[in-house]
């Protein structure tokens, strides 16, 4: 089913109204020639702007924690007992009944092709470790739809909770090892794709932090004289947000979590000089329709300067954010 502006417009403050939320209008300043207008609620999302001619649909997917073990994920048990789990019969959002987060992502399927998007964001943890079960259930439901996708890797989908190693080699293990066939860019840490005259761009920032090939790799992109709307896991830190990637207290002194996830602890020198020239960056994008994270599990909205970051709701019970970008 199509959606135009005025029905999809209706149809989000509709929502808002219902869940008690605002809807919340961006517009870049007005003596800058490129302009971009943001229409949202927790799950729809209209962005109106200058720049393109064609209507484009995504459907954006975070946060689905599958996990459907079977004999071949045996050995590596020790590994992920924990999070094997979590998220075990999530209350689906609209009916509040138990479900399955295998069933609920083959309804996210099932919206994409309804919806006619013209594209997939997943945008990590879209499973709870690197089972090769899970990341065929996966690569499967979503080849059934042929709508073209883009992948980008969470904290959880490559990390096998007490395996020795840092945590960037061992992203870069099973994110080769195990989660290659979600990928369709050779590069696991970055990717671009035009739809329709936007660049989709996703960046791998699981490990709260961006490298320096990352960032060379962005610098191109945001010189592209297309729209560009970032896709990452872990949102990017603007003025009051708590933890997440660029936050100027983190490292070794603020992590909490390091011991209950058997990983490696966050660095104590704190964020690479290269993260922090990504979040200046992304803030400098000329033509920045959005940034769309995930990883928080909760509807988060927030601008700052030429940057409007929304977070989607986690997918474990059937929740996305579906995205409709049209010209201004």
Known sequence: MSIDRRSFIGRTLAGVGAAGLTGLSFRSPENFEWQCVHNTNAMQTLISMSGID?????????????SCDNESDKPYEQYSARMNKAFIQPKHYKTGLPSATTDNFKELMELAVAEKVDMIALVGDIVNYPSATAVEFVRSAILKTGIPYIYTAGNHDWHYEGLPGSSETLRKEWCEKRLRPLYTSDNIGYSSNIVNGINMVAIDNSTYQVSKEQVTFYKQQMNRPEPLALFVHIPLYLSSMRMCCGHPQWGAATDRGYETERREKWSAAGNLPSTME?????????????VFAGHWHQYYSITEGNVKQLLALPGFNGQYRLIQFQSL
């Open 54 to 66: 064609q209507t484009v649909k995504i459907l954006q997917i975070a946060d689905t924690h599958i």
């Open 278 to 290: 990504f979040i200046q960056l992304v803030k400098a994008t000329p033509r920045l329709a959005g």
